[in-house]
């Protein structure tokens, strides 16, 4: 849906911009696939690509036990560290495939009001993600879903988020690409812009339910205040 006066009017002018963090900042979903399928064969199990539909939006409890499940591995704990280290280890490597036109949203929502990332990874994998994007000094914070009761599809890490900047959920907007992120965002309450990433299976069905369609954030249509 390109950018015109039928938008919602707190696209154009919202309180403030809750942010994804993986497929609308960075491009992460071939590394966690590689860190995965490395922990995998490291414990003698399999993975395939189908399994991964268990993965997207869950919290590193959800994800770990639903890992170790699919792997028959007895610590689900265990599995999830391992796998967040070996991730670690890859973004620390220089491999973070950047969206510089996420970067630049970020820049240009935070010049006007409050910007938070709320995203499924492990807050040390934010704080790493932050860093290497150079975004320290306009995000105000960020709420991993670890952080809150559930994963997306469940709002709460997307109402948490809010929470901490002061701003109403429904006056402000979550910047998506998947579906399950599109779909906290919504039962949050808040306008939903998604960017599809292209080739993420993770993004399948998520335009369906966004209240905006765009191609890319530098078409994120944002009032100077």
């Given at each position: ?5 039928t938008l919602p009017p707190y696209v154009l002018n919202p309180d403030g911009v809750v942010f994804d963090l993986d497929g609308v900042l960075c491009d992460t979903e071939p590394l966690w696939a590689e860190a995965r399928f490395a922990i995998a064969a490291e414990v003698g199990g399999r993975l395939v690509e189908e399994d991964f539909h268990r993965f997207y939006g869950a919290n590193t409890q959800q994800w770990g ?161």
């Amino acid at each position: 849906m390109p950018a015109d006066q039928t938008l919602p009017p707190y696209v154009l002018n919202p309180d403030g911009v809750v942010f994804d963090l993986d497929g609308v900042l960075c491009d992460t979903e071939p590394l966690w696939a590689e860190a995965r399928f490395a922990i995998a064969a490291e414990v003698g199990g399999r993975l395939v690509e189908e399994d991964f539909h268990r993965f997207y939006g869950a919290n590193t409890q959800q994800w770990g036990g639903a890992m170790a499940e699919i792997l028959g591995h007895p610590d689900a704990n265990g599995i999830a560290t391992r796998t967040i280290n070996h991730l670690e280890s890859l973004y620390r490597s220089g491999r973070v495939q950047v969206i510089p036109a996420g970067v630049a949203a970020v820049r240009r929502a935070a010049a006007r009001g409050p910007v938070a990332i709320a995203s499924g990874s492990p807050r040390s994998i934010i704080a790493t993600l932050i860093e290497i994007l150079g975004l320290a000094d306009v995000v105000q914070t960020y709420v991993s879903c670890d952080e809150v009761a559930g994963g997306k599809p469940l709002p709460d890490v997307y109402l948490e988020a809010c929470r901490r900047i002061g701003i109403t959920p429904e006056r402000s907007l979550a910047i998506e690409d998947s579906l399950a992120g599109a779909r906290a965002g919504k039962a949050a309450g808040m306008s939903v812009v998604v960017v599809p990433l292209p080739g993420a299976p993770s993004s399948t069905g998520a335009t369906e339910i966004a209240d905006v369609v765009l191609t890319s954030l530098d078409e994120l249509p944002l009032a100077a205040r």
